[in-house]
């Protein structure tokens, strides 16, 4: 079975930063593009960041360019999103998912839990 499941989350104030992880199991995830999404309440998913399969290749939505970093340990099938600068704007409940490359409107698997990130003085 394909599995995600997203940790790292919690409370931090603005200027703060965060990790998340993204740990897989039940395929070879350096096979996938993995992308970390957010939902805050009354709106909809976005992409945040994608990292692909390689790993040679990152991309960023605009709001979170420059303060947040992807990044993938094959090693630990594991993909991280390390978040600076925080704003209260990027309190959300962040998601991860399998992608077949970045950009793709495709997502492999269900959506897990999530992991709840709460930016506020």
């Known amino acids: 079975q394909l599995q995600l499941v997203e940790s790292g989350g919690g409370l931090v104030q603005p200027g703060g930063s965060l990790r998340l992880s993204c740990a897989a199991s039940?395929?070879?995830?350096?096979?996938?593009?993995i992308g970390w999404f957010r939902q805050a309440p009354g709106k909809e998913r976005e992409g945040v960041s994608c990292?692909?399969?390689?790993?040679?290749?990152?991309f960023y939505a605009d709001s979170v360019k420059g303060r947040f970093t992807i990044s993938r340990d094959n090693a630990k099938n594991t993909v991280y999103l390390q978040m600076n600068s925080l704003k209260p704007e990027d309190t959300a409940a962040y998601y991860c998912?399998?992608?077949?490359?970045?950009?793709?409107?495709?997502?492999?698997?269900?959506w897990g839990q999530g992991t709840q990130v709460t930016v506020s003085s």
């Open positions: 998912a399998a992608q077949p490359r970045c950009g793709s409107s495709l997502v492999l698997g269900s």
């Open positions: 990292i692909s399969s390689s790993g040679g290749s990152t």
């Open positions: 039940g395929f070879t995830s350096d096979n996938y593009a």
